[in-house]
């Protein structure tokens, strides 16, 4: 009972950090409020992401169009809205098999230890040498364009630093007094890794990942940047960056104003990543 009353403080203690924290809050705010006009998309887009006029191509922001249309006629912010489902699904998902496998790989490694946890160690310093981007399009070429195994894709090259930090992290515990009671009660190895180790890796757990959030959305925009990643007539904000850096001359606003929201959720999403970091270790400060 004690130890859940301090758990509990710890808690409280560390969500009163970051309510002190106002850039962190205003991020964790316009992330919020980014992920609700995602998922209302369907019902406040002012048009379909595919609708063309051509009557009004590449024409500027107006009553009708706020954010202008681009060379097809189809309207900036509601491709910008559908975008955004997309990129934010990328970030999310990928991030989560990415900790799927980070956690479970450094978990085994720091409780097992020995030549076992040398293994699994060198297997990740190897895959380290290789530069993510051509682990991304190798895999993207053999196994196509498809959206979810682009997901897959991504999230399987992002778990190497969440595997080192924890079995950091485990290896400090694993000679912890609770764990050396449950391995003398007879506590199975796994019961031990996933009841006793993995909810004490939390904290890092959730900065790594929401600083992985948008690393990987930088990725997606990359991949999209350089034609790789969704294709039309769907869009992500990294495809909508690219069409509109090849006709910025012309309609500067297909470019800013999807780059100018995208930058603002990277930011949002690092002061939040931040926030947490510090909230949940003040000694960081």
């Not at 990328?90 to 076992?116: C, D, H, N, P, Q």
């Not at 990643?229 to 992500?236: D, E, F, N, R, T």
């Given at each position: 009972?004690?130890?859940?009353?301090?758990?509990?403080?710890?808690?409280?203690?560390?969500?009163?950090?970051?309510?002190?924290?106002?850039?962190?809050?205003?991020?964790?705010?316009?992330?919020?409020?980014?992920?609700?006009?995602?998922?209302?998309?369907?019902?406040?887009?002012?048009?379909?992401?595919?609708?063309?006029?051509?009557?009004?191509?590449?024409?500027?922001?107006?009553?009708?169009?706020?954010?202008?249309?681009?060379?097809?006629?189809?309207?900036?912010?509601?491709?910008?809205?559908?975008?955004?489902?997309?990129?934010?699904?990328?970030?999310?998902?990928?991030?989560?098999?990415?900790?799927?496998?980070?956690?479970?790989?450094?978990?085994?490694?720091?409780?097992?230890?020995?030549?076992?946890?040398?293994?699994?160690?060198?297997?990740?310093?190897?895959?380290?040498?290789?530069?993510?981007?051509?682990?991304?399009?190798?895999?993207?070429?053999?196994?196509?364009?498809?959206?979810?195994?682009?997901?897959?894709?991504?999230?399987?090259?992002?778990?190497?630093?969440?595997?080192?930090?924890?079995?950091?992290?485990?290896?400090?515990?694993r000679r912890t007094e609770f764990v050396l009671a449950a391995q003398a009660m007879g506590v199975s190895s796994i019961s031990i890794m996933t009841r006793h180790l993995f909810p004490n890796t939390?904290?890092?757990?959730?900065?790594?990942?929401?600083?992985?959030?948008?690393?990987?959305?930088?990725?997606?925009?990359?991949?999209?940047?350089?034609?790789?990643?969704?294709?039309?007539?769907?869009?992500?904000?990294?495809?909508?960056?690219?069409?509109?850096?090849?006709?910025?001359?012309?309609?500067?606003?297909?470019?800013?104003?999807?780059?100018?929201?995208?930058?603002?959720?990277?930011?949002?999403?690092?002061?939040?990543?931040?926030?947490?970091?510090?909230?949940?270790?003040?000694?960081?400060?």
């Amino acid at each position: 009972m004690n130890e859940l009353v301090s758990t509990s403080n710890l808690w409280r203690d560390a969500l009163r950090r970051l309510k002190a924290n106002r850039l962190a809050l205003a991020g964790a705010i316009f992330v919020f409020v980014l992920i609700l006009l995602a998922l209302l998309t369907p019902f406040i887009a002012p048009y379909e992401y595919d609708f063309q006029n051509r009557g009004l191509s590449s024409s500027g922001p107006s009553l009708n169009h706020w954010l202008g249309t681009d060379y097809l006629g189809r309207d900036l912010l509601t491709r910008m809205l559908y975008g955004s489902r997309i990129s934010l699904l990328v970030g999310f998902v990928a991030t989560f098999v990415a900790l799927i496998i980070g956690v479970s790989w450094g978990t085994v490694a720091g409780y097992l230890g020995g030549r076992v946890d040398s293994l699994m160690m060198r297997i990740v310093d190897a895959l380290y040498g290789i530069p993510f981007i051509i682990l991304i399009i190798l895999l993207m070429v053999v196994f196509g364009r498809n959206l979810v195994l682009m997901f897959l894709a991504i999230g399987a090259v992002e778990w190497l630093t969440m595997a080192r930090i924890v079995r950091a992290q485990v290896t400090s515990l694993r000679r912890t007094e609770f764990v050396l009671a449950a391995q003398a009660m007879g506590v199975s190895s796994i019961s031990i890794m996933t009841r006793h180790l993995f909810p004490n890796t939390l904290g890092p757990v959730i900065v790594y990942a929401t600083l992985t959030v948008p690393q990987v959305m930088l990725l997606e925009a990359f991949l999209s940047f350089l034609g790789l990643g969704v294709q039309a007539p769907m869009s992500s904000w990294g495809l909508l960056i690219r069409d509109g850096a090849v006709s910025m001359e012309e309609s500067w606003w297909l470019l800013v104003f999807p780059a100018t929201v995208f930058s603002i959720t990277l930011f949002s999403l690092n002061f939040l990543g931040d926030g947490l970091r510090d909230a949940l270790d003040p000694r960081s400060n």
